[in-house]
């Protein structure tokens, strides 16, 4: 079936780095996309979004790229800081469809 | 502020003893959402309401019922809570239904022993 996945389930950072986390689709219909930040004990926190008729969008220390071509997905952290460790989630939506969530990828940020 | 409120933040349950977790938003959002977490796994949806309209995923078991009194509070009762129910529950809402705006609470962790 349809499907989300992340390529790494964890990703060690030295901070003050660039974190980049991946995330490939294969839902060809989808035409929204979320990356969600979760901090141990709490829920998903939004981060940044894009639409499908977009292939990049900047956020406060944050991009999120999409490339339709080959169904991928990721999101760029600039200067890594300890509190962005974190399970960072890609989700994705058709139209007025469900949310569907990516397996996750953990950040470990290394001080 | 707005905000999306899960209670208890933490609950425990005796195998078999139904147990009811609550959410409630202050959001007015027409559509809420009921996902469960399980450890290191990404949120699987239960089921949501739109307004009062009940839709409830292929594979979610018939032990998980779910009730919208209002607009306001969206309750998620286990029946007979079993050892693999344990996880994080995690209640989100929308303005309409689909991904645009979504807002999490922060969860309720069962535990059943």
């Known amino acids: 079936g349809e499907s989300v996945g992340l390529h790494l389930p964890t990703l060690s950072v030295q901070e003050g780095d660039n974190s980049i986390i991946n995330c490939a689709y294969s839902?060809?219909?989808?035409?929204?996309f979320i990356w969600y930040k979760q901090e141990s004990g709490k829920g998903p926190q939004f981060i940044i979004d894009?639409?499908?008729?977009?292939d990049k969008r900047q956020g406060q220390r944050v991009t999120v790229l999409l490339n339709k071509t080959v169904k991928h997905l990721s999101l760029q952290i600039a200067a890594t800081q300890p509190g962005d460790s974190a399970v960072y989630f890609c989700?994705?939506?058709?139209?007025?469809?469900?949310?569907?969530f990516g397996t996750g990828t953990k950040l470990q940020v290394i001080p | 502020d707005a905000m999306v409120i899960q209670n208890p933040r933490y609950q425990v349950t005796q195998f078999g003893k139904p147990v009811t977790l609550s959410c409630s938003q202050t959001?007015?959002?027409?559509?809420m959402y009921w996902y469960q977490q399980k450890s290191s796994q990404a949120p699987k949806l239960l089921f949501h309401?739109?307004?009062?309209?009940?839709?409830n995923e292929a594979d979610t078991p018939d032990n998980f019922q779910s009730r919208r009194p209002n607009t306001s509070f969206c309750f998620l009762d286990i029946r007979s809570p079993g050892l693999g129910d344990a996880a994080m529950y995690l209640c989100?809402?929308?303005?309409?239904?689909?991904?645009?705006?979504?807002?999490f609470g922060s969860g309720t962790r069962l535990t059943v022993v």
């Open positions: 989100a809402t929308s303005a309409t239904q689909g991904a645009y705006g979504y807002t």
């Open positions: 839902n060809s219909a989808s035409d929204y």
């Open positions: 894009i639409r499908s008729n977009m």
């Open positions: 989700a994705e939506s058709g139209g007025y469809q469900k949310v569907t």
């Open positions: 959001l007015n959002h027409n559509v």
């Open positions: 309401y739109y307004d009062k309209d009940f839709n």
